[in-house]
């Protein structure tokens, strides 16, 4: 239904596992974002591509790493990941014009860090 | 102070009742404002942007009040698949990039 797809839509790691979250847009944006959502917390922004260029959210901890190959593709590369991670990982995406935006989200990741 | 507050509810109303949501901002320099629905488990999806001089879609009018640093959305005629989350999102510039800010929702059920 969306033009963003996310895999997997279900993940279980363990703290000591590396796994990689996948994010497609169809939609010809310049923009794509990864964001948190915890339970009874707002949406958190992690990371933003926009036009090439990555801004970072500084409080996100070092064990999440962002890799965006081309304007169509985000990774979440994870790694040592404590339980307190365990969250809804959300990827988005936008076209950009004169700074006003709308933004689509894909279906997301469920995440359980054991 | 919450940069993006919502009242969570739950807001409990009937088929047909009429329900406003508000949502306050902080940042008075906010450029752009939106409402999304999420229905459990599942994604945010954009239910309308909000513009400086009221807009309306079927069933939901949103205004914006930047005087007062608010935006609202109201729902008629509420129908049972009204029911879900509605995020409040305001968009501003932060040291020369946007930032999106979304506020916790406020949930909507609607009772037959």
């Known amino acids: 239904e969306t033009g963003v797809t996310q895999t997997p839509r279900h993940l279980v790691m363990g703290m000591t596992n590396k796994k990689s979250l996948k994010c497609e847009q169809h939609?010809?944006?310049?923009?794509m974002y990864w964001y948190k959502q915890s339970a009874k917390k707002p949406l958190e922004l992690m990371f933003v591509y926009s036009l090439e260029e990555r801004v970072e959210n500084n409080s996100v901890p070092s064990r999440f790493s962002p890799e965006c190959p081309n304007s169509s593709h985000l990774f979440l590369h994870l790694h040592t990941l404590q339980p307190e991670d365990s969250a809804l990982y959300l990827c988005?995406?936008?076209?950009?014009?004169?700074?006003?935006?709308?933004?689509?989200f894909g279906p997301g990741t469920r995440l359980l860090v054991l | 102070r919450k940069e993006v507050e919502q009242d969570p509810g739950p807001f409990n109303v009937p088929e047909g009742a009429t329900v406003a949501f508000n949502c306050t901002y902080s940042n008075s320099a906010s450029q752009s404002f939106f409402w999304y629905r999420q229905d459990c488990r599942k994604e945010p999806k954009l239910l309308m942007s909000v513009y400086s001089s009221g807009n309306e879609d079927g069933r939901f009018t949103a205004q914006l009040n930047r005087a007062s640093q608010y935006i609202s959305l109201l729902i008629r005629d509420s129908k049972l698949s009204d029911s879900a989350t509605y995020l409040c999102?305001?968009?501003?510039?932060?040291?020369?990039?946007?930032?999106?800010?979304f506020g916790s929702g406020t949930r909507l059920q609607v009772q037959p």
């Open positions: 988005a995406s936008s076209q950009v014009v004169w700074g006003y935006e709308t933004q689509y």
């Open positions: 999102v305001v968009t501003h510039m932060d040291t020369g990039r946007r930032a999106l800010t």
């Open positions: 939609l010809g944006h310049n923009a």
